[in-house]
């Protein structure tokens, strides 16, 4: 079997896969640059911690750390280097053999540098990226790339193996469909989360997951701020809901005869050419 089969049984068996080092070191620090300089700048749109009210965030945006930013939204149309990133053709590949058909990314979600920072930055909690998703089929796969690396020291994901599968009952979730099973009403859904596990990531390593697979993430206790970068893509049978939030940007279809010409370019050097300044 090849690898990326064996990836892809990995996947459909619990739901999330580590694919190890699949961005070279370059390519992370040309990525990381860009974010950091977007971030820097502050430059629009942005996800506020303080809009969230997550636990850990500033109470408000005029709190002590109210303006920290947790994500730097819409990455596609930020910067060439996310846009490329986003149509790397062995990412388009993979996604085509698992869907079976040609690849859709949706810039509706995800589609973000995601900015973890210490003392401000929140946890996330249990939850379904599906939960706010509209389209035809729940079956969209989320690539998560790790800029640094990603531990239980600052915030890395943890999911909860094969839960892409269960029926999980709708009093397990609260009003923000978060999951909070209670023990005394659904012990066998509460013990379920006994069975995470947080894969450590380094830099240049992705994990791709089902938008079904039950994850969450810690606060950042470390002193930097964590980058990562996060899109999701659907086969071009399931589309999203007309009239949903799934709908209100446009789709951006990935073939190999079609990726962005920034893709084209790179893939004519064996490497990304850029020095890490
Ligand atoms: O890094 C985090 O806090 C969680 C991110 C996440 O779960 C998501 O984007 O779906």
């Avoid at 071009?236 to 073939?255: D, H, I, K, W």
Wanted: with cysteine; aromatic share 10%; proline share 7%.
């Amino acid at each position: 079997m090849s690898k990326a089969l064996e990836q892809i049984a990995t996947l459909k068996s619990h739901g999330f896969v580590v694919i190890r080092a699949l961005a070279d070191a370059a390519r992370c620090a040309e990525i990381r640059r860009a974010a950091r300089a977007q971030l820097l700048a502050k430059a629009a749109p942005l996800e506020y911690e303080a809009d969230l009210h997550y636990p850990g965030a500033p109470a408000s945006r005029r709190a002590g750390g109210g303006e920290t930013v947790r994500r730097l939204l819409n990455a596609y149309d930020r910067d060439r280097v996310f846009r490329c990133w986003a149509a790397w053709p062995s990412i388009v590949d993979w996604m085509q053999m698992y869907f079976g058909e040609p690849v859709m990314l949706t810039k509706a979600h995800h589609n973000c540098i995601m900015t973890k920072h210490p003392v401000y930055g929140s946890l996330t909690g249990w939850h379904r990226d599906a939960r706010y998703w509209s389209f035809k089929r729940n079956n969209l796969i989320s690539a998560w790339l790790a800029l640094e690396s990603e531990t239980v020291r600052n915030g890395a994901l943890r999911f909860v193996p094969g839960s892409h599968r269960i029926a999980l009952p709708s009093d397990c979730f609260d009003h923000a469909q978060f999951f909070h099973a209670r023990p005394e009403h659904h012990p066998e859904m509460a013990a379920l989360l006994q069975t995470a596990v947080l894969p450590a990531l380094g830099a240049g390593d992705a994990v791709f997951f089902h938008c079904n697979t039950l994850h969450a993430a810690g606060a950042n206790f470390s002193n930097k701020i964590k980058y990562s970068l996060a899109f999701a893509y659907h086969g071009s049978s399931n589309p999203p809901l007309p009239g949903s939030r799934s709908a209100s940007m446009p789709e951006v279809a990935l073939t190999p005869s079609n990726d962005a010409p920034c893709c084209a370019q790179d893939r004519r050097a064996d490497h990304f050419p850029l020095p890490d300044r």
